[in-house]
T-cell receptor
Framework: KAGVTQTPRYLIKTRGQQVTLSCSPISGHRSVSWYQQTPGQGLQFLFEYFSETQRNKGNFPGRFSGRQFSNSRSEMNVSTLELGDSALYLC????????????FGEGSRLTVL | DQQVKQNSPSLSVQEGRISILNCDYTNSMFDYFLWYKKYPAEGPTFLISISSIKDKNEDGRFTVFLNKSAKHLSLHIVPSQPGDSAVYFCAAKTGGYQKVTFGTGTKLQVIP
């Protein structure tokens, strides 16, 4: 069974640009969550989608947005990039919303110059 | 507001000895707790969990202890092995369809 797949793995952008990251969950998993990992801050929750609907949302500004498609694949978008957006963005899927066991992808490393 | 806290950013332990990783939480509504392990260039992987109705859960070399009155949990690894060197994240969730909240992580180094 294929794991969670994230693309691209690495990308470099400049301030003011926007970026779109993609995540394909494990087959059969309808929930996709996004986390931002930065040194000293751990994993900060961005949002979660289930069956194309945003079910949970973290405390990030509106520049961070996401969506989920009918095949459960998800994208997150960051507009007007800032230097502080440089981070590892992790996607995770789970079988149901009431389980705590998440399956993570390898992440997308974003560097903003 | 960091609801799940891991106050030790790093820990070094000799191979064969016990590793104890600690985690504190502030939200009394959390009722399920998990530990994840993360190697460099990989995503975190689930390690072990515990429900709030228990105070201990064991899986091989890994044991998680929960002290609800102190809002504290710990992960014990016995014996520690060099392959255990990784970043360990404590996580928690409330009941129902809620997000999983993670701590800041503790980097464990097991010295051969």
């Amino acid at each position: 069974k294929a794991g969670v797949t994230q693309t691209p793995r690495y990308l470099i952008k400049t301030r003011g640009q926007q970026v779109t990251l993609s995540c394909s969950p494990i087959s059969g998993h309808r929930s996709v969550s996004w986390y931002q990992q930065t040194p000293g801050q751990g994993l900060q929750f961005l949002f979660e989608y289930f069956s194309e609907t945003q079910r949970n949302k973290g405390n990030f500004p509106g520049r961070f947005s996401g969506r989920q498609f009918s095949n459960s694949r998800s994208e997150m978008n960051v507009s007007t990039l800032e230097l502080g957006d440089s981070a590892l963005y992790l996607c995770a899927s789970r079988t149901q919303l009431n389980t705590g066991e998440l399956f993570f992808g390898e992440g997308s490393r974003l560097t903003v110059l | 507001d960091q609801q799940v806290k891991q106050n030790s950013p790093s820990l070094s332990v000799q191979e064969g000895r016990i590793s104890i990783l600690n985690c504190d939480y502030t939200n009394s509504m959390f009722d399920y707790f998990l530990w994840y392990k993360k190697y460099p260039a990989e995503g975190p992987t689930f390690l072990i969990s515990i429900s709030s109705i228990k105070d201990k859960n064991e899986d091989g070399r890994f044991t998680v202890f929960l002290n609800k009155s102190a809002k504290h949990l710990s992960l014990h690894i016995v014996p520690s092995q060099p392959g255990d060197s990784a970043v360990y994240f404590c996580a928690a969730k409330t009941g129902g369809y809620q997000k999983v909240t993670f701590g800041t992580g503790t980097k464990l180094q097991v010295i051969p």
